[in-house]
């Protein structure tokens, strides 16, 4: 049963970390920034919730 506990108190602490994780995306527009190279623009998304993923 205590195992069972552990294993739920985990998914939702990762739960609580994805969607903090994802409001800060949208909120801090961290999607689509452009990056100079060579005069070509690449645009880059920095997506937090890949940290949980291979965690």
Not at 39 to 52: A, H, K, S
Request: aromatic share 10%; glycine share 10%.
């Amino acid at each position: 049963m205590l195992r069972l506990h552990l294993i739920l108190r985990g998914w939702l602490l990762s739960m609580a970390c994805s969607i903090g994780l994802g409001l800060m995306t949208v909120i801090q527009q961290w999607s689509g920034l452009p990056l100079s190279f060579g005069g070509v623009d690449i645009y880059i998304t920095i997506y937090l919730l890949l940290l949980i993923c291979l965690w």
